[in-house]
């Protein structure tokens, strides 16, 4: 499970992505309320559905008509809120196993094109297809204030023993001209690592060659990255 965004605001992804393994991801945007991922993730974990916890998260909610909130669990349910007032163009999309978002768009044709990319991009891995979500977005004219910041998680569908790898990938661009683009890199570098990680486990075992070509692997990845 996933929630990838990308916003003029910056450190985005310190508000708007929220996940845990086994239970679910909530993206809470829009005047962000955070607790609404701990508060929401807490729901589903106690046997909530996604809608039940939205319902709950919003009766209580003085700014609720300013929210906008998205939440998956791990049946791949959705539950999702855009409230009257989020500045527009502001709308949703749902569909099996997914949601796309936005507010404060340049335009009516973002979430659109944020679902046809979803749809398109069936074959991808998890990470480069929500990428390709927000590539798509950003190509329809994205935020009508422009480019700041871009987050990515990506959190197991079940949970282990071992939740310190649980979560699979958290990556954020804080500040920058141009986030989408530096969020690509960074999940293609984050492919070679992945590679570094198991050179290093060969290492520990003894298998030399086993190693180098991990390495090797690596190094294909992101040529002339020393």
């Given at each position: ?55 709950s998260?919003?009766?209580?909610d ?29 709308g ?17 044709t ?24 927000l590539?798509?977005?950003?190509a ?8 700041q ?15 310190w790898?649980d979560?699979?990938l ?35 075992k ?21």
């Amino acid at each position: 499970m996933a929630v990838a965004v990308q916003s003029h605001w910056f450190s985005v992804g310190t508000a708007v992505s929220w996940g845990e393994a086994g239970v679910g991801v909530v993206a809470t945007q829009s005047f962000t309320n955070k607790s609404f991922g701990l508060r929401g993730l807490a729901m589903l974990k106690a046997g909530l559905s996604p809608q039940e916890a939205m319902d709950s998260l919003l009766n209580n909610d003085d700014g609720k008509a300013f929210r906008q909130v998205a939440i998956l669990d791990v049946k791949g349910r959705v539950a999702t809120h855009t409230g009257a007032k989020c500045i527009d163009e502001a709308g949703h999309a749902n569909g099996d196993n997914f949601s796309v978002q936005a507010n404060m768009m340049l335009n009516e044709t973002v979430v659109p094109a944020m679902e046809v990319a979803w749809k398109k991009h069936s074959d991808l891995a998890l990470a480069e297809r929500m990428v390709k979500v927000l590539d798509a977005a950003q190509a329809q004219g994205g935020d009508i204030r422009g480019k700041q910041s871009a987050a990515l998680l990506v959190v197991k569908a079940e949970a282990s023993n071992e939740p310190w790898n649980d979560r699979v990938l958290d990556l954020r661009v804080d500040d920058h001209q141009n986030p989408g683009l530096e969020l690509n890199r960074l999940v293609k570098v984050y492919r070679a690592y992945e590679h570094m990680n198991q050179g290093d486990y060969f290492v520990e075992k003894g298998k030399m060659q086993e190693a180098m070509n991990q390495y090797n692997a690596a190094m294909e990845k992101v040529p002339g990255k020393p």
